[in-house]
């Protein structure tokens, strides 16, 4: 019995995740992905000094949100050189802080956005609490200004309803623990996304192989779904 040969189709998926909620959608996303054939170079942001998760007091909480909020940058280690080759796209995935890309996407664009990014297609992957447009806006921004083309983005929100999931997250990123508190946990009671999500980002993977195979357009794929956007 012969094997599967690869139909040549190349993805770089460049991903920054603190707490695993990015890296547990994109491993998915692959998984789905190399299902179809296709061909997908992993490359994670590290920053170059350690990050605390969680932050671990109220204080020190309130204090990095505001930082996040003004677009603080983290720096981070140089990306392979693999990353310059030839590729059919790039996926681009992080988690919003404060209403913004993270610090290491950010510190990404700065350093490498024009060598990188310039005549590429980018799909972008948003992993939120639920506050995402203008994460997304001010990536579209940047990623334009750097000359990328851009695919409908994939944005999957924590399904938890507001306002416990506001709350349970930052009592998460606090050091607490509020999916064991009697109360919030009626309402709260897991930090993160869930399985059914984690299955959806399979799924995505699968549809992305499955049009690059067939030569179909990517900006046709619906990534809205219920499970993606609660």
């Known amino acids: 019995m012969e094997d599967k040969q690869t139909n040549n189709r190349r993805i770089l998926l460049i991903y920054f995740s603190l707490s695993s909620q990015t890296k547990n959608l994109v491993h998915a996303l692959m998984d789905g992905l190399r299902e179809q054939q296709v061909e997908v170079l992993e490359e994670r942001l590290e920053p170059d000094e350690t990050l ?9 909480t309130v204090s990095i949100m505001l ?31 404060s209403y913004n890309p993270s610090g290491a996407v950010l ?5 490498d956005g024009a060598k990188l990014f310039n ?3 980018v799909l ?6 639920g506050y995402w447009r203008m994460h997304w806006y001010g990536l579209k921004r940047l990623l334009k200004k750097n000359g990328a083309s851009l695919l409908n983005p994939i944005i999957f929100s924590h399904p938890t309803s507001e306002p416990w999931r506001t709350i349970g ?3 998460k990123l606090a050091g607490k623990t509020p999916e064991k508190n009697s109360f919030i946990s009626r309402y709260y009671r897991k930090y993160g996304h869930n399985r059914k999500q984690i299955k959806e980002a399979h799924h995505f993977g699968t549809m992305i192989g499955d049009a690059l195979n067939r030569d179909l357009d990517l900006n046709t794929l619906d990534f809205k779904t219920k499970i993606a956007l609660p």
């Open 52 to 60: 605390r998760f969680p932050i671990g007091s109220i204080t020190a």
């Open 124 to 129: 972008p992957l948003i992993s939120c609490r």
């Open 169 to 171: 997250v930052f009592l």
């Open 107 to 111: 510190s990404l664009l700065d350093r």
């Open 67 to 97: 930082q996040t909020f003004f677009r603080k940058r983290v720096k981070i280690k140089p990306v392979s050189q693999h990353c310059f080759n030839h590729f059919d796209f790039i996926i681009l995935a992080g988690p919003t802080w």
């Open 119 to 121: 005549g590429k297609v």
